[in-house]
């Protein structure tokens, strides 16, 4: 019987060592607001329509950058309500888009000479037809160092969860935060936004000893 031991495996660093994971945080209205200004100060449209669109659509970043012009417009004026089918669970998934979302998103098109069948937000890149996830997640860093956060507490999940969170919890509707974000089933959004912990933590908070 061969009792040579065998070679010990190379030590591995953990692929999460010094990251942050789990839930990114949503952003609070005066991150969104210092971002808007920012953008607007540095008439960076392509950017500014990308944000206000973002937070609106509460869409995942994979169907963000893949939206094409049509998708979001009646004739030539950006709708203030549209549908979209989601690439990760096949399901469509409707959105309001307001009036500042609306005027941005018009202003970049206009700029950009986009036509109905073009992608909204197309890459510089000339293999791609329109940015990708990665790209938009760097322009997010970017955007967030410009504003003084540190970008590693948020990501581009953060643009999705950030009106859904308000919303709830203004509203306390899980329902209809589950529908604004197309999710199948009820205990995905409460997993989705962490609500549980955060609801048990304020009723505690009420109750003295």
């Known amino acids: ?3 040579t031991p065998s070679p010990r495996s190379p ?10 994971t789990g839930q990114k945080a949503p952003f609070k209205p005066k ?11 540095q008439h960076r449209s392509r950017e500014l329509a990308m944000v206000n669109l973002g937070l609106d659509s509460k869409l995942r970043a994979c169907d963000l950058v893949s939206l ?20 990760k669970t096949g399901r469509p998934v409707q959105f309001e888009i307001t009036a500042p979302a609306r005027e941005a998103v018009e202003a970049w098109i206009h700029e950009a000479h986009l036509r109905g069948e073009d992608y909204l937000f197309p890459s510089r890149i000339h293999s791609s037809p329109h940015i990708c996830t990665r790209q938009y997640a760097r322009m997010l860093r970017v955007w967030l160092t410009d504003i003084g956060l540190d ?15 308000l919303i709830y919890r203004k509203t306390k509707n899980l329902r209809a935060v589950q529908l604004l974000l197309g999710h199948s089933k009820l205990e995905s959004t409460v997993r989705y936004l962490g609500i549980e912990v955060d609801d048990a933590l304020e009723i505690s908070e009420q109750v003295e000893i």
């Open 1 to 3: 019987m061969d009792t």
């Open 11 to 20: 030590h591995r660093e953990p692929w999460n060592k010094g990251k942050l």
């Open 31 to 41: 991150d969104i607001w210092a971002l808007r200004v920012r953008l607007q100060q």
């Open 68 to 87: 094409k012009v049509r998708d979001i417009t009646h004739g030539e004026r950006v709708a203030s309500r549209a549908i979209v089918q989601q690439q």
């Open 151 to 165: 970008w590693r507490d948020y990501g581009t999940h953060s643009m999705r969860r950030t009106k859904a969170t």
